[in-house]
């Protein structure tokens, strides 16, 4: 196999330990097509990862086991796919015994299914992966590409063993799975459990009662795949014939992902160990995995797209980090956005106003495009600060951003419209607030449109160009467009007739 990175050095070490195991660090590489020759785990270890989860081994057969499609999209960054090869039985059990004899320092798991009824099953898989040299074990229900993609769009009422993501639904079947397995079994188990249905933080806590090593929150989340609306029948892979539902991952999932470690360490609390996965690709995304909880990173479609050499960039990044901030461990990092995220009526709101820096407006008027804001208004500039600018030999659009409207509440939007950063900012303060309370001054409405209900009794707003007052009549119901406000100066549409509603047209250059 092609190498495409130097080996890991000791850049990657940051050892510790965890329910008896000594890792080299807490990064494992989440069961998938990147952890199923012997040749991936042999390269993984060459690379310095933690761990690495055996690609999932289901028994009994038959299940849905087919040839692999994936596709990457780099610029949504999510990988999907739903035709995926399992290992049965004997492929799982030669590969962690060859898997063991050919590495010397990484954890290797066994990501297993039993799709029987009963736990008894669960067990016996469980002890023929324990003999042929597994770590540990990683009890797979999180996979929504088996019963769980059927039961979706089930139209026959056909009963199915229930697997993967289905039975990781149930809070009691899992723990007593787990229990059974813990029983029948020395080596350290852990639960990879589903982010589907929200699940993940109830099945979580009897699970860790179980004493189990260690939950993971989920694997990927099934999803309906882009689609060609000129083609229908068309499908994103190349050589497969159907639409199917797709198991998205990657970095798309990360804010899903965090959440639901997030939710899980509140609900079991500072014990019990959680291994994070779902999005990690980089230094940043690893500490904020750790900081909403996790003890352990899964990592699979970074994997994917860039092998497995880009980890030891990602510690020495995350080291350098840690240095910075202080932190002797990742374990010292863990929690910490736990107890900094607080609930939506906890949330503290205080007064500000959008602040835009005139000087630094190119006048191209995304500010004043977003819907739920009246506030913005582009207006030629002041011919003094043009003179001035030119004498300095600098460039100034003839049109510029102003906040005319008490109507900002300072929601955030124009500084992410915005294409020069740092050109709108919120600040404090009651600027414009006095100038533009007045209710009926024109300038607080939108000059952009104006729209009448049909049938209701409309009302049209006039106003006086100077003193900006409006006195509502009726008449002239319909769209107004802003060149058709421009013809038909002073006269501006409100909504409800003789009330002091601030909405409507006014038309352009009355204030
Ligand atoms: C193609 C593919 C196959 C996967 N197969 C398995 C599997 O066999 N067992 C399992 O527990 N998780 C499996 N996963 C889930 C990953 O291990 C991981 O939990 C998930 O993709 C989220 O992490 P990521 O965003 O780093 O990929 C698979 C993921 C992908 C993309
Ligand atoms: S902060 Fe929000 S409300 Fe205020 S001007 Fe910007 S987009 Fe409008
Ligand atoms: S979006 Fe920024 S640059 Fe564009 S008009 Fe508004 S303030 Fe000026």
């Given at each position: 196999m092609h190498v495409r990175t130097d080996p890991a050095d000791d850049v990657t070490l940051m050892p510790f330990e965890q329910a008896g195991l000594k890792y080299r660090n807490p990064f494992i590489v989440g069961s998938g097509p990147t952890s199923k020759t012997i040749a991936q785990l042999v390269d993984a270890e060459r690379c310095g990862w933690g761990g690495s989860s055996i690609k999932l081994v289901i028994d009994p057969a038959p299940y849905i086991n087919k040839e692999p499609r994936y596709r990457w999209y780099p610029k949504e960054r999510f990988h999907i796919f739903t035709s995926?090869?399992?290992?049965?039985?004997?492929?799982?059990?030669?590969?962690?015994?060859?898997?063991?004899?050919?590495?010397?320092?990484?954890?290797?798991?066994?990501?297993?299914?039993?799709?029987?009824?009963?736990?008894?099953?669960?067990?016996?898989?469980?002890?023929?992966?324990?003999?042929?040299?597994?770590?540990?074990?990683?009890?797979?229900?999180?996979?929504?590409?088996?019963?769980?993609?059927?039961?979706?769009?089930?139209?026959?009422?056909?009963?199915?063993?229930?697997?993967?993501?289905?039975?990781?639904?149930?809070?009691?079947?899992?723990?007593?799975?787990?229990?059974?397995?813990?029983?029948?079994?020395?080596?350290?188990?852990?639960?990879?459990?589903?982010?589907?249905?929200?699940?993940?933080?109830?099945?979580?806590?009897?699970?860790?009662?179980?004493?189990?090593?260690?939950?993971?929150?989920?694997?990927?989340?099934?999803?309906?795949?882009?689609?060609?609306?000129?083609?229908?029948?068309?499908?994103?892979?190349?050589?497969?014939?159907?639409?199917?539902?797709?198991?998205?991952?990657g970095p798309w999932m990360r804010a899903l992902a965090l959440r639901d470690v997030y939710e899980i360490r509140r609900t079991i609390g500072p014990d019990g160990c959680i291994i994070g996965f779902g999005g990690v690709h980089d230094w940043q995304s690893a500490a904020e995995m750790f900081m909403v909880g996790a003890d352990m990173i899964g990592i699979c479609t970074q994997t994917m797209i860039q092998g497995f050499g880009f980890l030891p960039h990602l510690i020495r990044n995350l080291?350098?980090?840690?240095?910075?901030?202080?932190?002797?461990?990742?374990?010292?990092?863990?929690?910490?956005?736990?107890?900094?995220?607080?609930?939506?009526?906890?949330?503290?709101?205080?007064?500000?106003?959008?602040?835009?820096?005139?000087?630094?407006?190119?006048?191209?008027?995304?500010?004043?495009?977003?819907?739920?804001?009246?506030?913005?208004?582009?207006?030629?500039?002041?011919?003094?600060?043009?003179?001035?600018?030119?004498?300095?030999?600098?460039?100034?659009?003839?049109?510029?951003?102003?906040?005319?409207?008490?109507?900002?509440?300072?929601?955030?939007?124009?500084?992410?419209?915005?294409?020069?950063?740092?050109?709108?900012?919120?600040?404090?303060?009651?600027?414009?607030?006095?100038?533009?309370?007045?209710?009926?001054?024109?300038?607080e409405l939108d000059k952009r449109c104006g729209y009448a209900e049909p049938g209701a009794p409309e009302a049209v707003a006039t106003f006086e160009p100077s003193g900006g007052k409006i006195a509502a009549k009726l008449g002239l119901p319909g769209t107004f467009t802003s060149d058709e406000l421009t013809d038909a100066p002073k006269v501006a549409y409100v909504t409800n007739a003789g009330t002091d509603v601030a909405q409507g047209c006014a038309v352009p250059g009355d204030d």
């Open positions: 995926e090869k399992r290992l049965n039985l004997e492929e799982g059990l030669r590969l962690m015994e060859g898997g063991r004899k050919h590495t010397k320092e990484i954890i290797l798991m066994a990501n297993i299914t039993y799709s029987g009824p009963d736990a008894e099953g669960w067990v016996a898989l469980s002890r023929k992966f324990e003999a042929a040299g597994a770590h540990a074990l990683e009890l797979n229900v999180c996979c929504p590409n088996m019963s769980f993609n059927l039961d979706i769009a089930a139209e026959d009422g056909t009963t199915r063993p229930c697997s993967g993501a289905s039975l990781g639904q149930h809070p009691e079947a899992v723990a007593h799975i787990t229990r059974e397995v813990m029983k029948g079994v020395k080596i350290p188990v852990y639960v990879k459990l589903t982010g589907e249905g929200g699940s993940a933080p109830k099945v979580a806590k009897p699970t860790l009662e179980t004493g189990c090593a260690g939950v993971g929150n989920g694997g990927t989340r099934l999803g309906v795949p882009p689609i060609d609306l000129y083609n229908l029948k068309k499908n994103l892979y190349g050589l497969q014939d159907e639409l199917s539902m797709g198991c998205y991952s080291k350098r980090y840690m240095q910075e901030m202080g932190f002797k461990d990742h374990h010292a990092m863990r929690d910490l956005l736990v107890r900094e995220i607080v609930t939506a009526d906890k949330v503290t709101i205080r007064d500000g106003l959008a602040i835009i820096d005139e000087e630094a407006c190119i006048g191209c008027t995304k500010c004043e495009l977003p819907a739920h804001c009246y506030a913005i208004e582009m207006k030629p500039r002041d011919a003094a600060q043009l003179a001035k600018a030119k004498a300095e030999g600098r460039k100034l659009s003839k049109m510029v951003a102003v906040l005319e409207g008490a109507d900002c509440c300072s929601c955030n939007t124009c500084i992410d419209v915005c294409p020069v950063p740092g050109t709108i900012t919120l600040g404090k303060g009651d600027y414009h607030k006095d100038k533009y309370n007045s209710p009926l001054v024109a300038s």
